[in-house]
C-alpha cells in the first residue's frame, strides 16, 4: 500500500520523502487549499523545487486545491490548478465541481484524486465523479467503517485513499460550517478550521477557558493540560448531560487496522498534518513505511510505534469501527 | 421574490408531520419541499404519509419536491436515492448522489447542502439540468450576488436560507444516540423528543448549537428580515423557510407580509419571536463578521 505524507514546508517534504514516504501531499501558499495557516504551504517555486526533489527520490507529489472557489473569484483556483500541472506534480486533489470540471477540459492530463471534502461516500457518487470528471482516486470521507470500504471498493475501479493517523473530522468533511458559524472562517471557504486567530484564553476563578470566536468550548483546572479548542471536541451541555458530546479530544490512529484496509481493497494510506512540523512527520512516515512493509510481506505489525507520538492524547480508530456511531 | 418552505430537518410523529403540510396548503407559500433530508431510520415513520401530503400541496396550488437524504452511505439509502425520481415531482439534490441516480437529461433543484460556492458550480449543474439552486447558507452576500448573476445568464432561479436554525453539519455519527450511551444502529430513536433539536449550550451556559440526530444545526434561527431588499436588488428569487414545530405557519404569513412590503425587518423580528416563543435570530452569514451575528435589535 502506498503511504500519502503531509508536508507542509518543503523542509518538511524533503523529511518525508527521506523517511521513505511513496507519495507526499502539500497546497500554495493561499486560500485554494484546506491548510491554510500563517507561515505554511509552498511557493510557486518551492513547490516546483520540491517536486524535483521528490521525483529524483522516486517519491510522488500531491498538490491539495480542495477549498471551494469563491464567486468572482475563480480565477486564483484555476492558476494553482495550471501551475500545479507546470511545476510536475503527478495529480490534484479537488473538491469543488466546477473546479474538477475545470480542470477535466483544461488540463485533462493532469491526474485528478477527489478530496475528503467532496465527502463522497458511496460508490455510486465516485463512479459518478470518475465518470464525469475522470477522477482516478477518491479520499474517502471519515463517516465509513471498513466493510462499508470493502463494499466501496468491490463496486468501483477507482482509487481509494484513507486517513489513518492524525487529526480526526467528525463531521463529513466538506458539509460543515460550525467553524464560520463562530468565527467567519470555514474550511471550504478560507481552508481553515477553528482558527487561531479567533482564539483566546481567559483565567477565571482557578480554571483556563479556552474560547473560539467568544464561544467556550473547553475549561480545565489551570494546572491541567488545555487542548486547542477545536469546536466539535469541545465540552458541552445539553439536557442534563455535560461532556464531549460530539468527539472527545482524541486524534486517529487506525495503525492496526492496516491488514484489514489490505484486505479491504485501500490503494493509499493518509496521514493528516499538514501543520505538524518535520521532525514529526519524519516519525510517522518512518513508522507507516514500516507497517505497510510488513504488511505488504505478510509479516505482524511492528509494535506499538506510535505510540510515542501520540502520547498525552487519547487515540481513536473513529468510523472504522462501527461502534463509534 | 417566492417562498419556498424546505424540508423538515427533524423527527416528528407522524400526525404532527402530516398536519404541518396541511397547514401549509392554506398558507402564503409558493413552493414545498418535503422527506426526509437527515436519517434514514426516520423514513419509514411517516413515509405512506408523503404521498398524500405532495396531494394536498398540488391541490392547493403548490409546487412541491422530494428531497434527497443530506449524507447517503447505506444500501437502503441508495434504493430511496434510486426511487426518488419514480415519484413524479421535481426531485431536490442535497448529496451528488441523488443526481446520479437521476435519469440523464432530467431537470432537478439543488438543496442548500450541496456545496454551490461559485459560478463554475452553478454552469455545471446549469448544464446537466439544474433549474433551481438553494445556495448554502455560509455565504455572504458578494457571493449570493455574483451566483444570481450568473444563475440569471444560466437560466437558474436562486433561493437562500430566509429562516430557521442553520444546517452546519452531518456526521456518520449519532449525537444523540451517544447523549443517551447508545449507537446510531441501535438508537431507539433518541431524537423524537426534540421537535426543533436538542439545545446545546457551552460549558457556561451560552445557548450555542442543536444537536438532530446525525446533524448539528445552530441554535439561533436564521433570519433575512432584514436584508429582503438586499436580496431582491441582486435577483434572489425566493426565500427558503425551514419548518419549526411553533408557530411555522404564522411564520410563512409574517415572511410573506415583509416580501408585500406590509412590514418592516424589526417589526417581522418581534413577531417571529413571538410566535416560536422567543426564538434568539442570527443573519451573520449574510452580512456579519461571524454566522451567529445579528444586524438587528437585541430581543
Known amino acids: ?325 | 421574490m417566492e417562498l419556498t418552505v424546505g424540508p423538515n430537518h427533524f423527527f416528528w410523529s407522524s400526525e404532527d408531520w402530516s398536519a404541518l403540510y396541511d397547514g401549509l396548503a392554506s398558507a402564503p407559500v409558493d413552493r414545498v419541499i418535503l422527506g426526509e433530508l437527515v436519517c434514514s431510520k426516520r423514513l419509514p415513520f411517516y413515509q405512506d404519509a408523503i404521498l398524500p401530503a405532495i396531494e394536498t400541496l398540488i391541490a392547493a396550488g403548490k409546487e412541491v419536491a422530494l428531497t434527497s437524504l443530506s449524507l447517503i452511505t447505506l444500501k437502503r439509502e441508495l434504493k430511496a436515492s434510486m426511487a426518488l425520481a419514480e415519484v413524479g415531482v421535481d426531485v431536490e439534490i442535497n448529496d451528488l448522489t441523488a443526481l446520479s441516480h437521476l435519469p440523464e437529461g432530467a431537470k432537478f433543484s439543488v438543496g442548500p447542502l450541496v456545496n454551490v460556492y461559485n459560478e463554475g458550480t452553478l454552469g455545471w449543474l446549469a448544464k446537466r439540468g439544474a433549474t433551481r439552486i438553494c445556495l448554502p447558507p455560509e455565504l455572504p452576500l458578494a457571493s449570493v450576488a455574483a451566483l444570481c448573476a450568473a444563475g440569471a445568464e444560466a437560466g437558474i432561479a436562486i433561493e437562500v436560507w430566509g429562516h430557521g436554525r442553520i444546517p452546519l453539519a452531518i456526521s456518520g455519527r449519532c449525537y444523540h444516540a451517544r447523549l443517551h450511551g447508545r449507537m446510531k444502529d441501535n438508537c431507539l430513536f433518541a431524537c423524537e423528543d426534540d421537535p426543533d433539536g436538542l439545545q446545546v449550550d457551552t460549558s457556561d451556559g451560552q445557548p450555542f448549537l442543536s444537536m438532530n440526530g446525525v446533524q448539528t444545526l445552530s441554535d439561533s434561527c436564521a433570519s433575512m428580515a432584514h436584508h429582503v431588499e438586499a436580496l431582491r436588488d441582486v435577483g434572489v428569487s425566493a426565500l427558503r423557510l425551514s419548518p419549526q414545530s411553533v408557530g411555522f405557519v404564522d411564520t410563512c404569513s409574517l415572511y410573506r407580509q415583509r416580501l408585500n412590503d406590509e412590514i418592516d425587518g424589526d417589526t417581522l423580528a418581534d413577531e417571529l419571536r413571538r410566535v416560536s416563543n422567543g426564538m434568539r435570530l442570527s443573519d451573520g452569514f449574510l452580512t456579519g463578521a461571524r454566522g451567529a451575528d445579528w444586524s438587528g435589535k437585541a430581543a
Open chain 1, 1 to 325: 500500500m502506498e503511504i500519502v505524507c503531509p508536508a507542509g514546508t518543503p523542509a518538511a517534504l524533503r523529511a518525508a520523502v527521506k523517511a521513505g514516504a511513496h507519495t507526499i501531499y502539500c497546497g500554495f501558499a493561499d486560500e485554494t487549499n484546506a491548510r491554510n495557516f500563517p507561515g505554511l504551504n509552498f511557493s510557486r517555486e518551492e513547490m516546483a523545487e520540491g517536486i524535483a526533489f521528490a521525483h529524483g527520490h522516486g517519491s510522488k507529489v500531491l498538490i491539495a486545491i480542495n477549498t471551494f472557489p469563491r464567486a468572482g473569484s475563480e480565477s486564483l483556483w484555476h492558476a494553482a490548478v495550471s501551475d500545479a500541472e507546470t511545476a510536475g506534480a503527478d495529480a490534484v486533489i479537488l473538491a469543488d465541481i466546477g473546479l474538477l470540471a475545470y480542470a477535466a477540459n483544461n488540463h485533462p492530463n493532469l491526474r485528478r484524486h477527489l478530496s475528503v471534502q467532496a465527502a463522497a461516500a458511496n460508490a455510486d457518487v465516485i463512479n459518478f465523479y470518475g465518470s464525469e470528471f475522470g477522477v482516478k482516486r477518491v479520499v474517502l470521507p471519515r463517516v465509513l467503517s471498513v466493510p462499508e470500504i470493502a463494499a466501496i471498493n468491490k463496486d468501483t475501479d477507482i482509487e481509494t485513499e484513507v486517513f489513518v493517523f492524525g487529526g480526526l473530522c467528525v463531521m463529513a468533511e466538506g458539509r460543515c460550517s460550525l467553524s464560520s458559524y463562530a468565527t467567519g472562517l470555514s474550511p471550504n471557504m478560507n481552508g481553515v478550521c477553528s482558527p487561531a486567530s479567533h482564539v483566546e484564553y481567559l483565567e477565571e476563578d482557578g480554571h483556563l477557558s479556552a474560547r473560539l470566536g467568544g464561544y467556550t468550548i473547553h475549561s480545565v483546572g489551570k494546572d491541567e493540560p488545555a487542548p486547542y479548542p477545536t469546536l466539535c471536541k469541545g465540552c458541552f451541555g445539553a439536557g442534563d448531560k455535560t461532556g464531549h458530546l460530539f468527539e472527545d479530544p482524541v486524534s486517529l490512529n487506525a495503525e492496526q487496522l492496516i491488514p484489514q484496509l489490505a484486505k479491504a481493497g485501500v490503494t493509499a494510506l493518509k496521514i493528516e498534518g499538514r501543520q505538524r512540523s518535520r521532525s514529526y512527520v519524519a516519525q510517522v512516515v518512518k513508522n507507516f513505511r514500516a507497517a505497510v512493509d510488513a504488511v505488504d510481506a505478510g509479516r505482524p505489525l511492528p509494535e506499538g510505534m506510535l505510540a510515542r507520538l501520540s502520547e498525552g492524547q487519547a487515540v481513536t480508530t473513529g468510523a472504522y469501527k462501527k461502534t463509534w456511531r
